[in-house]
């Protein structure tokens, strides 16, 4: 699989880019791409959560084994990126 220079892979991009259906189509046909991370232990998780990607934030934690309450190697979690970049409605969803 390809990734960038970040160790971003195509479900990270599309993370950012907030398309639910397209998050959807990559887990149907290649149900493990959500396991990855960044550099410095990003998820798409977080990165949905902080762009405000509410539709999917809400596949990935029911499609995935996220543990919603994960940390990237600074010690930022999905929900303190929701908070900072006020998505309370996803700061909602991900305490929930």
């Known amino acids: ?8 892979n195509c479900f990270h991009i599309a993370s950012r880019e907030g398309d639910g259906a397209i998050i959807s189509y990559l887990l149907d046909v ?3 791409i959500w396991n990855t991370e960044s550099k410095i232990k990003r998820t798409p998780l ?9 539709e999917v934030v809400e596949v990935i934690l029911e499609r995935c084994d996220y543990n919603p309450e994960c940390k990237d190697s600074c010690g930022i979690t999905p929900f303190m990126d929701a908070v900072q970049n006020c998505r ?8 929930n």
């Open 1 to 8: 699989m390809f990734k960038n220079k970040d160790v971003w």
């Open 30 to 32: 290649c149900p493990e």
């Open 46 to 54: 977080h990165t949905a959560a902080k762009h405000g990607c509410f």
């Open 88 to 95: 309370l409605l996803i700061a909602q969803l991900l305490i």
